[in-house]
């Protein structure tokens, strides 16, 4: 059975920094590309930072661009997300997801978009307000 959880989420002032996790099984986790996605009240759920299996390639959307950083620890099956300079438009859940197909069929090349993903996380919440 693949689960994704989500953890880390949380609220902060302007300016201020979280790190999300997000810890995987039920699948071979270095097999696949793995992505972290936001949904705002109100909006469509949004790619945010996607990475390669072995995480040498990262990929972000321009919103988040020098501001988060994306990362994993395959020893450990967990996908991270450094978020640093949090603006209130940041607020939104934030979930981690796979790639449909593993990275052996399918390749990464942008920020993630959500139809090439699934096995959806339950998601954590991240509020940014002063």
């Known amino acids: 059975q693949v689960q994704l959880v989500e953890s880390g989420g949380g609220s902060v002032q302007p300016g201020g920094s979280l790190r999300l996790s997000c810890a995987a099984s039920?699948?071979?986790?270095?097999?696949?590309?793995i992505g972290w996605f936001r949904q705002a009240s109100g909006k469509e759920r949004e790619g945010v930072a996607g990475?390669?299996?072995?995480?040498?390639?990262?990929y972000y959307a321009d919103s988040v661009k020098g501001r988060f950083t994306i990362s994993r620890d395959n020893a450990k099956n967990t996908l991270y997300l450094q978020m640093n300079s949090l603006q209130p438009e940041d607020t939104a859940t934030y979930y981690c997801?796979?790639?449909?197909?593993?990275?052996?069929?399918?390749?990464?090349?942008?920020?993630?978009?959500?139809?090439?993903?699934?096995?959806w996380g339950q998601g954590t919440q991240v509020t940014v307000s002063s």
């Open positions: 039920g699948f071979p986790f270095t097999g696949y590309n």
């Open positions: 990475i390669s299996t072995g995480g040498a390639s990262t």
């Open positions: 997801a796979r790639a449909r197909q593993p990275a052996r069929r399918w390749t990464l090349r942008g920020a993630p978009a959500p139809r090439d993903f699934t096995d």
